[in-house]
Structures are given as C-alpha cells and as structure tokens.
Nanobody
Framework: QVQLVESGGGLVQAGGSLRLSCTASRSILGINTMGWYRQAPGKQRELVASITSGGTPNYQAVKGRFSISRDNAKNTVYLQMNSLKPEDTAVYYC?????????????WGQGTQVTVSS
C-alpha cells in the first residue's frame, strides 16, 4: 500500500496563487500517472491535471493558469495554481495510478481544501 498526503491548500483572494504538494509514502518510480482532481460542493469530482512518470502533463479542467510537475526523487507531485478564481474553490485530491516497485497501485490522498474569495 502507498499513502498520499496533500498539503498547501488554504484561503486565498481571487487572483492569488497556491502551490499544492502531494507526497507518497514510498517511491513512485515506475509506469504510472499522478493526477490532481477536485470536487466542489454539489458537483462531481473532476480531473484538473495529470502527469505521467515520463513527465508528460495533461490539463483538463484548467488550462494556462495551473501547472503540474513531479519530482520522483522526492516522491512528490505539485500543482502550481495561479490567477485563482472563486470557481476554483474545491477540495483537491491527489491520485497515483499505475505501477510502482511493489506492483499495481490506485491510491488517493485525503484531500486539501482550497477556498478562493472574491
């Protein structure tokens, strides 16, 4: 099993920035994808961005304002969020899916709250 721990959420004014981090409890080396999802009250969870173990990013819910990266040496994936808007308010979840050294994995973090005030 692998545990994911998110951090970096909080309250920020519209136009501000936050950087989310998600650290895995073991090595994330392998063929896998790490992603950031978010879920706002009353809405379905949606993919924000993901990044493969080779470093290829994919942006879904946001384009141009957010940037995803990963540091395999630190077992960590980041989400840099700029020009935040009130509609970005949600609980942000980290996901690791694919293969690591111990086998197949599909793990979720506990979530971190991001609140953007207008």
């Amino acid at each position: 099993q692998v545990q994911l721990v998110e951090s970096g959420g909080g309250l920020v004014q519209a136009g501000g920035s936050l950087r989310l981090s998600c650290t895995a409890s073991r090595s994330i080396l392998g063929i896998n994808t790490m992603g950031w999802y978010r879920q706002a009250p009353g809405k379905q969870r949606e993919l924000v961005a993901s990044i493969t173990s080779g470093g290829t990013p994919n942006y879904q819910a946001v384009k141009g304002r957010f940037s995803i990266s990963r540091d395999n040496a630190k077992n960590t994936v980041y989400l840099q969020m700029n020009s935040l808007k009130p509609e970005d308010t949600a609980v942000y979840y980290c996901n690791l899916e694919g293969r690591i050294s111990s086998g197949r994995v599909d793990a979720w973090g506990q979530g971190t709250q991001v609140t953007v005030s207008s």
